[in-house]
């Protein structure tokens, strides 16, 4: 189980995340929704390692200072001072807002990059397989390159990426953006498919609650920085708050 307790997360003296407990237990899937500016990746990047508290010394050499309270626990162990590429290892695998993929490389050169850590070569190649039985659009355009494919075409090439990590939690922030409806509903179908076959658990922070409602267990609402809704997906589908500020009705 990964589980975030009363984290709380400073931009200097701005505070983004405030006092979030989230649970994701294995194999579930989660939604994390909130407006621009809610604190989702901010959230996602702590939870993942990117966002850290720097030392004096880095301090020195300019930047904005970050502060962080709170535990973020795998299985019950604090992993909060672990770097990202110890965190990936243990299976937390972050796939960034916006792609951030190399647009001048392949598409199968920018899936490898996500193998980087690992060393089960076999496996490597099995999971490839797998990425494109998934997202069978990107087995036509192996190698071509990222910058050149559609929005959502970069988007499967971006989890596809976070795949060949071997994410035991993968963390998706706003895969749906930018996306036409008819591909966020054929990606959503993909995402609910790798914890069908995989078995794997997924938190997904979203804008777009509407189509993304569909394949939660359960979710949680986050509003500048504080979580005000959280419960499973049949109670966010019957909550008045939800239904009229995030589902239109
Ligand atoms: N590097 C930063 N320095 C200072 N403030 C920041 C920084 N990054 C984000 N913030 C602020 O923290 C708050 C939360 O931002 P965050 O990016 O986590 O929200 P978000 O929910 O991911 O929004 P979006 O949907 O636009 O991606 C916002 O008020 C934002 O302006
Ligand atoms: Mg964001």
Redesign the pocket.
């Known amino acids: 189980m990964l589980e975030i307790k009363d984290l709380t997360v400073y931009?200097?003296s701005?505070i983004?995340v405030n006092d979030v407990s989230i649970r994701v237990e294995d194999g579930e899937i989660i939604g994390l929704f909130?407006?621009?500016?809610?604190?989702?990746?901010?959230?996602l990047n702590t939870i993942s390692g990117l966002l850290l508290e720097r030392g004096k010394k880095e301090l020195r050499r300019g930047g904005?200072r970050i502060t962080i309270f709170g535990d973020i626990l795998l299985d019950g162990v604090k992993i909060n001072n672990l770097r990202p590429w110890d965190r990936i290892r243990m299976g937390i695998v972050l796939c960034p807002?916006r792609r951030r993929l190399f647009p001048e490389m392949t598409v199968k050169e920018n899936l490898l990059v996500g193998a980087y850590l690992r060393r089960d070569l076999d496996e490597i190649n099995n999971d490839l397989e797998f990425i494109l039985d998934v997202f069978p659009r990107l087995r036509e355009r192996l190698d071509q390159e990222a910058g050149f494919l559609s929005g959502g075409e970069q988007q499967m090439v971006a989890i596809g990426r976070s795949l060949m990590a071997k994410p035991r939690y993968l963390l998706l922030d706003?895969p749906l953006l930018g996306l036409a409806p008819v591909l966020q509903i054929e990606l959503l179908k993909a995402i609910k498919k790798l914890r069908e076959v995989k078995g794997m658990s997924i938190l997904i922070a979203e804008?777009y609650v509407l189509p993304t409602i569909h394949i939660i267990d359960k979710g949680y609402v986050i509003e500048t920085?504080v979580i005000s809704v959280s419960g499973t997906r049949e109670e966010l589908l019957e909550n008045p708050q939800i239904k009229t500020a995030y589902l239109g009705m």
């Open positions: 931009y200097e701005a983004a909130g407006s621009n500016s809610a604190g989702k990746s901010t959230l904005e807002e706003e804008q920085g």
